[in-house]
């Protein structure tokens, strides 16, 4: 019987304004929300200092990411996500009807961490 091994893969590259950087750092945000697949699930990447984990990606609406997604984008409110998916992106009016991938993710056990 032979034994497979498994490597993991290279950390992604996935950039945050130094606002989400902070919401991550103090816990508030565990989803991103992007025009595009930034990662798939179990790929890694480095925000806040921390080493973090793709756990779920799924694409839905803007609007219905608001309504759902909110909190894990560390939001008080869906207007207030909207508001700042907007900025981030430099779009205005934003688009509720236009698909997005909510990347949902929590810090990667066993990997590094900043001190």
Known sequence: MSAVITFPRPPI???FTPR???LIRVGLKRATTRRSQHGK???TFRAAGRSWEIRSVVRMPLWQVSQLFFLLEGEPSPEYFVLEWGRCYGVEP???NQAVYVHIFVEAPG???AP
């Open 41 to 43: 699930i179990g790929d």
């Open 20 to 22: 989400n950087e902070e």
């Open 13 to 15: 590259e996935i950039a």
């Open 94 to 96: 934003v688009q509720l």
């Open 111 to 113: 990997v590094y961490r």
